[in-house]
Nanobody, 122 residues
Framework: QVQLAESGGGLVQAGGSLRLSCAAS????????MGWFRQAPGKEREFVAA????????HYADSVKGRFAISRDNAKTTVWLQMNNLKPEDTAVYYC???????????????WGQGIQVTVSS
């Protein structure tokens, strides 16, 4: 099993940057693809970014391409989401998730963090 804990969220002005971290427990972290999802009030959870277990493949939602970057360090059992040029519409609770397969659909992921709030003011 994998336990996940997000950090790094907060309040930022539009155009600013934040870096989210997701620390994973368990020696099998390197076997899992990792994803970031987000959920805004009144909306369904949506895919943001994902990275393969090697880090060699990444996927991004169209809405964040060119602004967000996902990365991982298997030795540190951590995955990051660097978020630049943030917009008010990026405001949401952000979740990291783990699964043996790389995917973009939330119900394909087996393990989830508790989520962290990101608020972008205009």
């Amino acid at each position: 099993q994998v336990q996940l804990a997000e950090s790094g969220g907060g309040l930022v002005q539009a155009g600013g940057s934040l870096r989210l971290s997701c620390a994973a427990s368990g020696r099998t972290f390197a076997r899992y693809a990792m994803g970031w999802f987000r959920q805004a009030p009144g909306k369904e959870r949506e895919f943001v970014a994902a990275i393969s277990w090697t880090g060699g493949r990444t996927h991004y939602a169209d809405s964040v391409k060119g602004r967000f970057a996902i990365s991982r360090d298997n030795a540190k059992t951590t995955v990051w989401l660097q978020m630049n040029n943030l917009k008010p519409e990026d405001t949401a609770v952000y979740y990291c998730a783990a699964d043996v397969n790389l995917g973009t659909v939330s119900n394909e992921y087996d393990y989830w963090g508790q989520g962290i709030q990101v608020t972008v003011s205009s």
